[in-house]
């Protein structure tokens, strides 16, 4: 919502200055010249009045603006974490899930409430995805969200070797309900571990840590697995009933059991070892967002392993406010202290 500033302002008083004596003569003769007995006024220096910011400095200001208050409207979790990063950092990943959450909306729901088939929502996703590829080259689009996803990308060195896999599961979204175990590997790589790259790339930016070492890169597409197979098990009924889709091969989760909702969490389990084995190679700042995002991912992991397996279909797992503050401060005081290993 935006705040109007009502601007009052007064009349100016102005002096009147004394009338001089023109070349034309009245018909009671010459009169004497007047006489101002007006003390002289004295000259403020002129200030020049502040030019609006205008030009790309402020279509990129707006870009960015618009993708923080998107994350801050559709994700709690992340966007909490986020909380923690370095302004500038802060920013960057949020222009990251900005062009995310949007292509997720058009597969996952908006776009067919507003009206669109599922050719339709395909046709939107390939524009989408060829505004993004148009931006990268060029750094610019009249999309906010693409442009401002584009300068974030350009600056942190990564393009369409990342974009491509992401809009590809996109668009599997659209195509596939049910998965075999090659396919889930391929949709899990292109809708997050992709962006758990995208991410580290731009931890990395500013830094002198290589964010393509080897560890690192596991470690940030582990995350991101991590973090998909948690978003699945969360969204179980949902996913089910409202979309008719399946995420886990060879498991019918209409009839979930607590065995096969054990063997999902020791599956992610594994990743999430995998992600915090890396977090000390990362640079020093991103630290506590990485840890704080971790651990509350971990946190609905095991609270999704302590109800009945059946409720999961049931109900979708939240972490409480204060909760979230707790591991966010926890986060911070960890990733102060946690030692290097080679991140600085």
């Given at each position: 919502m935006f705040s109007l500033r009502l601007l009052a302002t007064a009349p100016v008083p102005t002096q009147i200055e004394p009338v001089t004596p023109t070349s034309e003569h009245s018909d009671s003769g010459p009169q004497p010249a007047a006489t101002s007995t007006a003390a002289p006024r004295s000259r403020r220096p002129s200030v020049p009045a502040r030019a609006p910011e205008t030009g790309l400095d402020l279509y990129n200001r707006v870009a960015t603006e618009n993708s923080v208050h998107l994350l801050s409207r559709y994700s709690s979790s992340f966007g909490a974490a986020s909380l923690l990063l370095p302004g500038r950092m802060r920013t960057r990943i949020a222009a990251i899930y900005a062009l995310v959450r949007v292509a997720d909306e058009i597969v996952d729901g908006p776009g067919e409430s507003a009206g669109l088939s599922t050719a339709e929502c395909a046709q939107t996703l390939d524009a989408l995805e060829a505004e993004t590829e148009h931006a990268l080259a060029t750094g610019f689009s009249s999309n906010l969200v693409v442009h401002a996803f584009a300068q974030t990308a350009r600056a942190a060195g990564f393009g369409t070797e990342l974009t491509r896999p992401f809009f590809a599961s996109m668009r599997m979204d659209l195509e596939q309900n049910v998965h075999d175990q090659a396919s889930i590997d391929a949709y899990i790589y292109g809708s997050a571990e992709v962006i758990g790259l995208m991410c580290t790339a731009v931890f990395c930016q500013d830094s002198r840590v290589d964010p393509q070492r080897p560890e690192i890169v596991d470690a940030a597409r582990a995350l991101g697995s991590a973090f998909q197979k948690i978003n699945f098990l969360r969204d179980l009924g949902s996913d089910l009933d409202a979309?008719?889709?399946?995420?886990?091969?060879?498991?019918?989760?209409?009839?979930?059991?607590?065995?096969?909702?054990?063997?999902?969490?020791?599956?992610?389990?594994?990743?999430?070892?995998?992600?915090?084995?890396?977090?000390?190679?990362?640079?020093?700042?991103?630290?506590?967002?990485?840890?704080?995002?971790?651990?509350?991912?971990?946190?609905?992991?095991?609270?999704?392993?302590?109800?009945?397996?059946?409720?999961?279909?049931?109900?979708?797992?939240?972490?409480?406010?204060?909760?979230?503050?707790?591991?966010?401060?926890?986060?911070?005081?960890?990733?102060?202290?946690?030692?290097?290993?080679g991140g600085r």
């Amino acid at each position: 919502m935006f705040s109007l500033r009502l601007l009052a302002t007064a009349p100016v008083p102005t002096q009147i200055e004394p009338v001089t004596p023109t070349s034309e003569h009245s018909d009671s003769g010459p009169q004497p010249a007047a006489t101002s007995t007006a003390a002289p006024r004295s000259r403020r220096p002129s200030v020049p009045a502040r030019a609006p910011e205008t030009g790309l400095d402020l279509y990129n200001r707006v870009a960015t603006e618009n993708s923080v208050h998107l994350l801050s409207r559709y994700s709690s979790s992340f966007g909490a974490a986020s909380l923690l990063l370095p302004g500038r950092m802060r920013t960057r990943i949020a222009a990251i899930y900005a062009l995310v959450r949007v292509a997720d909306e058009i597969v996952d729901g908006p776009g067919e409430s507003a009206g669109l088939s599922t050719a339709e929502c395909a046709q939107t996703l390939d524009a989408l995805e060829a505004e993004t590829e148009h931006a990268l080259a060029t750094g610019f689009s009249s999309n906010l969200v693409v442009h401002a996803f584009a300068q974030t990308a350009r600056a942190a060195g990564f393009g369409t070797e990342l974009t491509r896999p992401f809009f590809a599961s996109m668009r599997m979204d659209l195509e596939q309900n049910v998965h075999d175990q090659a396919s889930i590997d391929a949709y899990i790589y292109g809708s997050a571990e992709v962006i758990g790259l995208m991410c580290t790339a731009v931890f990395c930016q500013d830094s002198r840590v290589d964010p393509q070492r080897p560890e690192i890169v596991d470690a940030a597409r582990a995350l991101g697995s991590a973090f998909q197979k948690i978003n699945f098990l969360r969204d179980l009924g949902s996913d089910l009933d409202a979309l008719g889709r399946n995420y886990f091969p060879g498991i019918n989760v209409a009839l979930l059991t607590a065995r096969d909702r054990d063997t999902i969490i020791a599956d992610i389990d594994g990743d999430l070892a995998r992600a915090r084995a890396g977090i000390g190679l990362l640079p020093r700042v991103s630290r506590p967002a990485v840890i704080c995002a971790t651990e509350l991912f971990a946190t609905l992991t095991r609270k999704m392993g302590a109800i009945p397996a059946r409720e999961l279909l049931r109900r979708r797992i939240r972490v409480s406010t204060p909760h979230k503050v707790v591991i966010a401060l926890r986060a911070l005081i960890v990733g102060r202290f946690l030692p290097s290993r080679g991140g600085r």
